[in-house]
Structures are given as C-alpha cells and as structure tokens.
C-alpha cells in the first residue's frame, strides 16, 4: 500500500517534466531561438534538449533553429546570399531575353529586305498618242481652238 500511495504521489512530478531545454527555471521547447540580454547573444534549445549558441554564417548545421540567420542550407547562411543568387538569376532571364527580341527583329528585317526586292516592278516608258481625238465635246471644241490659233500664228509667220 505504501508503494502505491508513493507512486500515485510521484506521478505529478513524472508528468511535469520538461520535454524540451530549461532555461531560467522555465520550459523552452526544442528548436526555440532566444536572444539572451544577459550576454547579448542568441541561443537556442538543441534537439539533444541543451541550451547551445547560435550558429554563425558558414558554420555546419542540420536545422534553421541553429543558425543565427535562422537560415540553414548544410551550413548557415546569411538572406543577403540567397538574395544574391537571385539577383544573378534575373539578370540572366533579361539577358536572354534581349537577345531573344535582337534575334527576331533581324529575322523580320531580312524578310522585309526580301519581299521589298521581290516586290519591285519595273518601270515602263509611257506610251504618248498623238492626234487622237476625245469623245467629249469640251475638249473637241478646246482642239478645234487649239487649232485655229496655230493657224493663225503660222499665217502671220508667213507673211512676215
């Protein structure tokens, strides 16, 4: 009976314990980043359930929570790396992109040279007529007087 009323009375303190790191006298779950004002670093509860520091930038790790950055990738990094990478990423995409729209635009001009030479028509001499005579009257009537002031200038040309 006593070893009973003993286990019922340790059950509480069995429960009670805390599954993650202690830390000032409180529970602090694993994977938990801090900043510590004692000292001014950052720390954080390690799945081996002790109080490790942060990790800085290059230093191997296997969790975000280890790292300073909070950033990890088989060793820490920094946002400004990731950032970098990017960077690079878009200016490559622009890069060919340009030279996608050059490409095409001398595509389009070789074919325009191609048709505007295919296209061109030679010029043939216009053909004059003379002596014919119009169907309307306005310009039967315009002859006619054409004519007759010919006449007249030849005739005085003669005379002189």
């Known amino acids: 009976m006593k070893i009973l009323i003993i286990l019922l009375l340790l059950?509480?303190?069995?429960?009670?314990?805390c599954e993650g790191c202690e830390y000032n006298d409180?529970?602090?779950k694993v994977g938990t980043q801090r900043l510590t004002s004692e000292y001014g670093e950052q720390i954080y509860c390690s799945s081996n359930r002790k109080i490790?520091?942060?990790?800085?930038d290059g230093d191997p790790?296997?969790?975000d929570y280890e790292c300073k950055s909070y950033l990890c990738d088989?060793?820490?990094?920094t946002i400004k790396q990731k950032r970098?990478?990017?960077f690079i990423?878009?200016?490559?995409?622009l890069i060919g992109v340009l030279l996608i729209l050059v490409a095409v635009s001398l595509i389009n001009s070789f074919k325009?040279?191609?048709k505007k030479k295919t296209q061109k028509v030679e010029k043939k001499p216009l053909k004059v007529v003379l002596g014919t005579k119009r169907k309307s009257k306005s310009y039967d009537t315009l002859d006619s007087n054409i004519q007759s002031s010919i006449e007249r200038l030849s005739s005085l040309f003669k005379k002189k």
């Not at 059950?11 to 314990?17: C, D, L, N």
């Not at 490790?52 to 800085?56: F, R, V």
């Open 61 to 63: 790790c296997l969790f």
């Open 89 to 93: 990423f878009v200016l490559y995409g």
């Open 84 to 86: 970098d990478f990017n």
């Open 52 to 56: 490790e520091t942060a990790k800085n």
């Open 112 to 114: 325009y040279k191609k």
């Open 26 to 28: 409180k529970c602090v």
């Open 74 to 77: 088989n060793e820490c990094q």
């Open 11 to 17: 059950i509480p303190f069995v429960y009670a314990q």
